[in-house]
């Protein structure tokens, strides 16, 4: 009982604590300054989207939402490497 | 116990989590804040993957959590590099306080061509990063000045 009820306070601070992080990383997506910094900014939001992912499974007791963790994880990698490869583009154009 | 093994798991992630997004805030250039926002977020996910294989303790969601963990392992140097190297020939400054940028003085963003590859052959004025090159001793020099890798 005192296990459970442990477990319940540290699950609500963890999630404050990736929802602070996904904020802190939304402010340096809006403020840039250059674009890499955005795109920096948006991979460390797919990384803490997962791992919000990974917490709501573990809150629900539902372990199928990992797979929903692993295919954003998938998803986010080819993102921010389809990013890197266009402002490489761009800077063999300039 | 397990409950104290998964809750310890998930502070460690978290706090690491919530380190990288300080991270991405606070500091001073983009090449700083990726490092900040790589191993800072890869570490803090990890944490929070095997807290929540500890807590189902069942093999199918271990190995799900254990197998999107190294997934994040493997492509998260992947992606910063690919990043790095792109906001380098984007020309993004550095900050005011960089000590040194050793890519700048041999590398030609135009060709593409690394001056290190002929080290060896053009001889150039000493710096540090040339005692760097020097201290790995000569076969790796010789085998520098052979290797094409330099040339894209």
């Known amino acids: ?94 | 116990m397990s409950d104290l093994v998964v809750a310890v798991l998930l502070v460690i992630g978290a706090s690491f989590l919530l380190l990288a997004g300080v991270g991405v805030l606070r500091m001073p250039d983009v090449f700083s804040r990726m490092q900040a926002a790589t191993k800072a977020s890869t570490l803090g996910v990890g944490c929070i993957l095997v807290a929540v294989a500890v807590h189902f303790n069942d093999l199918g969601v271990t190995v799900r959590a254990l197998a999107a963990s190294v997934f994040f392992l493997l492509t998260a140097p992947v992606s910063a590099h690919l990043l790095g190297r792109a906001s380098y020939f984007l020309g993004v400054p550095l900050w005011e306080g960089t000590v040194i940028d050793e890519l700048r003085s041999r590398y030609d963003l135009r060709t593409h061509r690394l001056e290190s590859s002929f080290a060896a052959t053009v001889p150039s004025p000493v710096t540090g990063a040339d005692a760097l090159v020097d201290g790995h001793g000569a076969a790796p020099d010789d085998q520098r000045r052979h290797d094409p890798e330099g040339v894209e």
Do not use: C, K, W
């Open chain 1, 1 to 94: 009982m005192n296990g459970a009820r442990v477990l319940a306070v540290v699950e609500a601070v963890v999630f404050v604590m990736i929802g602070v992080a996904l904020l802190l990383a939304f402010v340096r997506l809006a403020r840039g300054p250059s674009l890499s910094d955005r795109v920096v900014a948006l991979d460390l939001m797919a990384v803490l989207a997962v791992g919000l992912i990974a917490m709501v499974a573990f809150a629900a007791g539902q372990a199928v939402f990992l797979d929903a963790a692993i295919v954003l994880a998938l998803v986010a990698f080819l993102g921010t490497v389809a990013f890197a490869r266009y402002l490489e583009r761009r800077a063999h154009d300039e």
